[in-house]
Nanobody
Framework: QVQLVESGGGLVQAGGSLRLSCAATGNIFSINAMGWYRQGPGKERELVAGISSGGHTWYADSVKGRFIVSRDNAKNTLYLQMHSLKPEDTAMYYC?????????WGQGTQVTVSS
């Protein structure tokens, strides 16, 4: 089992920045890919960004150029640096990971972007 705990969400004005963190504990050696999903009000859940154990990254088109995903394997921590935030980025953000990117889920952290 893997436990994922997110932090760093909050309220920010449009154009601002936030950094989300996700601490992984448990059977961390089973973790290959990790990522961030989000679900906004009235929207479907979507994969925002992902990163493989080798550091390969991928992003949803809606966040390319604004968000950066990274992982510190020594600290067992995943990050999502978000810049130029828009009101449409408002959502609950979930950290995920495992052999497949969505094997395990955190409880989520709320990000609200005011216009």
């Amino acid at each position: 089992q893997v436990q994922l705990v997110e932090s760093g969400g909050g309220l920010v004005q449009a154009g601002g920045s936030l950094r989300l963190s996700c601490a992984a504990t448990g059977n961390i050696f089973s973790i290959n890919a990790m990522g961030w999903y989000r679900q906004g009000p009235g929207k479907e859940r979507e994969l925002v960004a992902g990163i493989s154990s080798g550091g390969h990254t991928w992003y949803a088109d809606s966040v390319k150029g604004r968000f950066i995903v990274s992982r510190d394997n020594a600290k067992n921590t995943l990050y999502l640096q978000m810049h130029s935030l828009k009101p449409e980025d408002t959502a609950m953000y979930y950290c995920t990971g495992g052999k497949a990117i969505n094997d395990y889920w955190g409880q989520g952290t709320q990000v609200t972007v005011s216009s």
